[in-house]
Every structure is written in structure tokens, then in C-alpha cells.
């Protein structure tokens, strides 16, 4: 999880929180998502730089970002599954 301090976050959660709520309105949200990350990240290089560093931290971000939803969020979701449907194994 990106734990940041207070300021950052501050800094940067009015411009998230209006991208996810506008993002959110779709009907074909995932691509909207995909197109607005996809988006930030060809900003990020082109203000820092097309190099292996910039390219290998942004692939190493998007990794984590997706561990953590599967951490944080499905696997809760599949436990309270498996205690209401039953086990597969």
C-alpha cells in the first residue's frame, strides 16, 4: 500500500477523487480506467524521462498496486464466498 504522508495525499486526492467518481459513471469503466493510468503514465515518462529506470518503476508500481487490490480487497471478498457458498477444496 502506498502509505504516504498526510500532505501528499492531500495534494493529490480532489484531483483522484473527481477521476474515479467521473470514471465511475461509465458503463465500460475498466477501459475509462485503463486509458486514464495508461494516460498518467506516459506523462510521468515524458516528464522524467524514457529509460530503463523510469519504465522498470512505473511496471513495479502497477504490480504492487495490483497485489494490494487482491490483498486488501478480493481476498476478504473471496473468504466471506467461501463462509457463505462452502470450500472448493
Do not use: F, W
Amino acid at each position: 500500500m502506498p502509505y504516504i504522508n498526510q500532505d501528499d495525499r492531500h495534494s493529490l486526492d480532489y484531483s483522484i477523487e473527481a477521476l474515479g467518481v467521473r470514471i465511475a459513471t461509465y458503463e465500460d469503466y475498466a477501459g475509462k480506467l485503463n486509458y486514464s493510468v495508461s494516460k498518467m503514465i506516459n506523462l510521468i515518462l515524458n516528464e522524467r524521462g524514457l529509460n530503463y529506470a523510469n519504465i522498470n518503476a512505473l511496471i513495479g508500481a502497477l504490480e504492487c498496486i495490483k497485489l494490494e487490490l487482491y490483498r486488501r480487497v478480493a481476498t476478504p471478498y473471496e473468504d466471506a464466498k467461501i463462509a457463505e457458498n462452502g470450500d472448493v477444496y
